[in-house]
Every structure is written in C-alpha cells, then in structure tokens.
C-alpha cells in the first residue's frame, strides 16, 4: 500500500511561517513527481506547488511565488512545504500528492496518490 502522511499544521498569525512535511511510505518515491494542494471550505481544491523527481524543477502558484518553497529528501522519501509571510486566504486543508511520473504538474487528475490533509489556519 502506498501511504502519504503529512504534517506540521497549524494554528499561526497572518506574517508567521509554517513547515509542512510529507512523509511516504509503501514504495520508493525518489521516481515520482511531489505536489501540494490545498482546499478552503466551500472551494475547489487548488494547485500550491510541485517539485519534480529530481528535485531540479519546482512549480507554483502565482498566489504563493515568492513566499511558499517546496522541497523533497529522497533518502527521507519526504517532502516539504516551507511556508512564509502567511495570509489569512492561505487558510485551508493542506494536502500532499505524488504522481508515478518524474515531471510535474499543477492538476489534481495528474496525482495518484494523496494524503489525507493538514489543516493550516492563519488569524488576521
């Protein structure tokens, strides 16, 4: 079974900083594509950002370019989600995907594995 636990949620005020990891287990990922999402309540689940197989190419959305930085360990087989400068619109439920391919992409269908989310509120 192919498992995807995040964690590292939390409760924090608007211009504060979060680490969010993802921890997979089940299948060696050091082949897959790594992604995050996340879902406010009554929204779609949107795009955060991506990092390829390798590590060498990262993606984001344009509404955390510049304050968001993803990055994967392979030899953890873990990746992570460094958040800074938070804004109360960044509230959610974080969720962590890999695709069984080594290029990245910014669409929920592309993933074939997720995990089960981690809820990140920031307070104005």
């Known amino acids: 079974q192919v498992q995807l636990v995040e964690s590292g949620g939390g409760l924090v005020q608007a211009g504060g900083s979060l680490r969010l990891s993802c921890a997979a287990s089940g299948r060696s990922f050091s082949f897959y594509a790594r992604g995050w999402f996340r879902q406010a309540p009554g929204k779609e689940r949107e795009f955060v950002a991506a990092?390829?197989?390798?590590?060498?190419?990262?993606f984001y959305a344009d509404s955390v370019k510049g304050r968001f930085t993803i990055s994967r360990n392979n030899a953890k087989r873990t990746v992570y989600l460094h958040m800074n400068s938070l804004e109360p619109e960044d509230t959610a439920v974080y969720y962590c995907?890999?695709?069984?391919?080594?290029?990245?992409?910014?669409?929920?269908?592309?993933?074939?594995?997720w995990g089960r989310g981690t809820q990140v509120t920031v307070s104005s």
């Open positions: 995907a890999a695709r069984n391919r080594p290029l990245i992409r910014d669409v929920t269908s592309d993933y074939d594995y």
């Open positions: 990092i390829s197989a390798s590590g060498d190419s990262t």
